[in-house]
């Protein structure tokens, strides 16, 4: 039998495969990547073999052949484990409603905790679950999620029996050292790839620069990322250091160290990163919809105060 003491660690190295990296599940998970360590550790330790292949850099993990076999059971098993909680949940009458977004949409918007999305619910009880968008919008496919937030680098997203709002968005920002500025405020992005400059990418919004990065290929040309990290402060510190000039969507750089100014990207048609707030339609029932439409209002008055306290 296998002596797996905690299922949550299972989830933990699911996300890490799926992300590639130990910080990357951190980031999705809404936890530390020594708390990622540490559940892949135990898991390798109970079961007497190693799941990850860490790289000497520290930013990359891949599976090794035992880790491939693990989560192919494991996968399964988690969903058999989910759909299990659901059923029990429905038998006694008391499914919680799941809200879903991206860590970094909950620091955000949700600066003072999640609190007021709980407060919503109408005496139903409340999961909220910290996702990266792609994540989410499968798990939606699925039907695992009620309600909640996520990012595209598309203006409108579909999906069968769900509705998105696009409620906010963000352009594509260049973060430079303030004794590179550009007199006018400006840096045009295809100029910047059309000259070979180096370029500090911030993996957060990956999703925006591969956006981008076909429009550029159509074009002929191609960005020069030099680094990528999802540490915003190591971004910040690689601009400083003059390694490049940054790159990411307006959302990650709203602000910025000493030394640094951002910059807008000058060109026309370039991807944003749009902000949706999403809804299974079909999902909930009865008093269900109420508790779902009084999260959804909470959605939407959180990104309406933080846009406006951003522009007072």
């Known amino acids: 039998m296998l002596a797996i003491e905690n299922v949550h660690d299972l989830e933990i190295a699911r996300a890490a495969s799926e992300q590639g990296s130990f910080s990357g599940a951190a980031r999705v998970l809404g936890i530390t990547q020594p708390a990622v360590s540490q559940a892949v550790a135990?898991?390798?330790?109970q079961l007497g073999a190693t799941f990850f292949d860490r790289q000497e850099s520290g930013h990359e993990a891949f599976l090794t052949d035992a880790g491939a076999v693990l989560l192919a059971h494991a996968i399964t098993a988690l969903d058999e484990l989910q759909e299990a909680a659901k059923d029990l949940d429905e038998l006694k009458g008391d499914r919680p409603i799941t809200v879903g977004m991206p860590s970094a949409f909950a620091r955000?918007?949700?600066?003072q905790g999640l609190r007021r999305l709980t407060a919503a619910q109408h005496e139903h009880p409340v999961?909220?679950?910290?996702?990266?968008?792609?994540?989410?919008?499968?798990?939606?496919?699925?039907?695992?999620v009620d309600v909640g937030m996520l990012a595209s680098a598309d203006r409108d997203v579909a999906q069968?029996?769900?509705t998105f709002s696009r409620v906010a968005s963000y352009p594509l920002t260049l973060a430079v050292r303030e004794a590179d500025r550009p007199s006018d405020d400006e840096l045009s992005v295809f100029g910047l790839a059309k000259l070979h400059v180096p370029v500090i990418a911030y993996a957060g919004d990956r999703f925006l620069r591969a956006a981008l990065e076909q429009r550029l290929t159509r074009a002929g040309h191609q960005l020069n990322v030099v680094a990528e990290t999802d540490q915003l402060d190591m971004?910040?510190?690689?601009?400083?250091?003059?390694?490049?000039v940054g790159l990411s969507s307006g959302f990650v750089l709203g602000e910025t160290p000493e030394g640094v100014v951002l910059a807008r990207a000058s060109d026309d048609d370039l991807p944003v990163l749009s902000v949706f707030v999403f809804e299974d339609t079909v999902r909930a029932h009865g008093p269900e919809r109420q508790a779902v439409a009084a999260i959804?209002?909470?959605?939407?008055?959180?990104?309406?105060?933080?846009e406006e306290g951003a522009g007072a």
């Open 42 to 45: 135990r898991l390798e330790r």
């Open 235 to 244: 971004f910040y510190q690689l601009v400083l250091a003059g390694m490049g």
């Open 127 to 144: 999961e909220i679950v910290l996702r990266d968008s792609d994540r989410l919008r499968e798990e939606l496919r699925l039907r695992r």
């Open 296 to 306: 959804r209002r909470q959605l939407f008055a959180a990104v309406r105060e933080r």
């Open 108 to 111: 955000h918007y949700f600066a």
């Open 160 to 162: 069968p029996h769900a």
